[in-house]
């Protein structure tokens, strides 16, 4: 297996780098007040770039990556900028909405929804989440047939880029008998269709230019153009889309632990004590290199979670599960030892390692919490 990124990957990234450091320099975000501050300038700057379409066809206005190029484009923008919170909703917008419309849409939704998706005018939320819970068994959400249509009701919650999306794929249950077996059925439409109710942003621990928040569906009324797949095959669509997010959403991680190794060196390599820099002393050196073992594994764990999808997609779920977890922790034991090493100057707000470790709490439970990924880990083992 060969998990290497060619020449062309290696100059994506560099791209995607010198756009972001020239381009989003200037992003901001009140973290003081915890204001929830999402740009649109900022989307559409990406926009121009097609970083919004990085998966989608070049037919459809996109970049057309293949899911390595896409890790290397998400891992230069975290290597270039430290709002993690578009990264984020960037990723959302990527992987669990534009995958699966590029996999299961039909030409016609493809020709509706991926051109603006992809060129920063419009943006996507995934709803699946639910006030009860997200697992299938707890789906409230129904979509009743009328007509040559359907009926969805229901309330979605905790969702991502909601407050201020245009697009949303919905997972609805169409046959409550069959439930997760042929039961249930995704759904793509403009949230601006009748009946859909916007909820207001959510105050969150970190990741705060990721705006989450909640839509309620109110008898809206569709057409059968709005199925994305099979009727009853929601849940293949969801799984595809999952599989596509857990591998591919610590590539944003990766960049950002690179960043915070290096800026972490750099400090102890400035800092002085009793005459000599802190670098020298082995409580610092082996945490800054614990800190480089865990970068190197889990870059080559999202490389390779990257590489099966593109190589072998029937063996995907597995890496992502694994990639997931350990990229999720890993981050988060990164920013703390940033912290830690940087002592008084790394607790100030000012620091921004605040911000750090709030943003990197929340990749240990989106896109599936750790412990769920861990018992879909076990049952693959025949645990």
Same mark, same amino acid.
């Given at each position: 297996?060969?998990?290497?990124? $060619?020449?062309?990957?290696?100059?994506?990234? !560099?791209?995607?780098?010198?756009?972001?450091?020239?381009?989003?320099?200037?992003?901001?975000?009140?973290?003081?007040?915890?204001?929830?501050?999402?740009?649109?300038?900022?989307?559409?700057?990406?926009?121009?770039?097609?970083?919004?379409?990085?998966?989608?066809?070049?037919?459809?206005?996109? !970049?057309?990556?293949?899911? @390595?190029?896409?890790?290397?484009?998400?891992?230069?923008?975290?290597?270039?900028?430290?709002?993690?919170?578009?990264?984020?909703?960037?990723?959302?917008?990527?992987?669990?909405?534009?995958?699966?419309?590029?996999?299961?849409?039909?030409?016609?939704?493809?020709?509706?929804?991926?051109?603006?998706?992809?060129?920063?005018?419009?943006?996507?939320?995934?709803?699946?989440?639910?006030?009860?819970?997200?697992?299938?068994?707890?789906?409230?959400?129904?979509?009743?047939?009328?007509?040559?249509?359907?009926?969805?009701?229901?309330? !979605?919650?905790?969702?991502?880029?909601?407050?201020?999306?245009?697009?949303?794929?919905?997972?609805?249950? $169409?046959?409550?008998?069959?439930?997760?077996?042929?039961?249930?059925?995704?759904?793509?439409?403009?949230?601006?269709?009748?009946?859909?109710?916007?909820?207001?942003?959510?105050?969150?621990?970190?990741?705060?230019? /990721?705006?989450?928040?909640?839509?309620?569906?109110?008898?809206?009324?569709?057409?059968?153009? /709005?199925? @994305?797949?099979?009727?009853?095959?929601?849940?293949?669509?969801?799984?595809?889309?999952?599989?596509?997010?857990?591998?591919? @959403?610590?590539?944003?991680?990766?960049?950002?632990?690179?960043?915070?190794?290096?800026?972490?060196?750099?400090?102890?390599?400035?800092?002085?004590?009793?005459?000599? /820099?802190?670098?020298?002393?082995?409580?610092?050196?082996?945490?800054?290199?614990?800190?480089?073992?865990?970068?190197?594994?889990?870059?080559?764990?999202?490389?390779?979670? /990257?590489?099966?999808?593109?190589?072998?997609?029937?063996?995907?779920?597995?890496?992502?599960?694994?990639?997931?977890?350990?990229?999720?922790?890993?981050?988060?034991?990164?920013?703390?030892?940033?912290?830690?090493?940087?002592?008084?100057?790394?607790? @100030?707000?000012?620091?921004?390692?605040?911000?750090?470790?709030?943003?990197?709490?929340?990749?240990?439970?989106?896109?599936?919490?750790?412990?769920?990924?861990?018992?879909?880990?076990?049952?693959?083992?025949?645990?």
């Amino acid at each position: 297996m060969d998990v290497a990124p $060619t020449k062309e990957h290696k100059q994506l990234q !560099k791209e995607i780098v010198a756009f972001a450091k020239q381009q989003l320099k200037d992003a901001s975000f009140a973290e003081r007040d915890r204001g929830h501050v999402f740009s649109r300038a900022l989307w559409q700057a990406c926009g121009a770039q097609r970083i919004p379409g990085l998966v989608v066809p070049e037919a459809y206005g996109g !970049k057309g990556y293949d899911a @390595l190029g896409t890790a290397m484009a998400l891992e230069g923008l975290g290597l270039a900028i430290e709002d993690q919170g578009l990264l984020m909703a960037l990723s959302t917008h990527l992987l669990s909405c534009q995958v699966p419309l590029v996999a299961f849409g039909t030409e016609a939704q493809k020709q509706r929804f991926l051109p603006g998706l992809s060129d920063g005018s419009r943006i996507a939320t995934s709803a699946m989440a639910e006030p009860v819970g997200s697992s299938w068994s707890d789906l409230a959400t129904t979509a009743v047939a009328d007509g040559d249509g359907y009926v969805i009701t229901g309330e !979605k919650t905790l969702l991502t880029n909601a407050p201020v999306a245009d697009v949303v794929i919905v997972y609805a249950v $169409t046959d409550a008998e069959k439930g997760a077996e042929g039961g249930i059925t995704a759904f793509v439409l403009d949230v601006e269709t009748a009946g859909i109710q916007r909820g207001p942003a959510m105050d969150t621990m970190g990741l705060h230019t /990721a705006e989450v928040g909640s839509l309620v569906f109110d008898n809206v009324r569709v057409d059968a153009g /709005a199925v @994305l797949g099979q009727v009853g095959g929601g849940v293949a669509v969801f799984d595809h889309a999952m599989t596509w997010e857990r591998s591919l @959403l610590s590539a944003g991680q990766v960049g950002q632990m690179q960043t915070m190794l290096d800026q972490t060196i750099a400090y102890a390599r400035a800092r002085k004590a009793d005459g000599k /820099a802190i670098s020298k002393y082995q409580s610092v050196s082996h945490k800054i290199t614990d800190m480089k073992m865990r970068v190197e594994a889990a870059r080559l764990l999202t490389y390779r979670a /990257a590489w099966t999808l593109d190589q072998r997609p029937k063996e995907a779920a597995l890496s992502a599960s694994v990639n997931k977890v350990f990229v999720s922790e890993a981050y988060v034991k990164a920013s703390l030892d940033a912290v830690q090493i940087m002592g008084g100057k790394g607790y @100030l707000a000012a620091s921004n390692m605040e911000r750090l470790v709030r943003d990197s709490i929340g990749g240990t439970f989106y896109s599936g919490s750790n412990d769920v990924q861990r018992s879909a880990i076990a049952a693959e083992l025949g645990l």
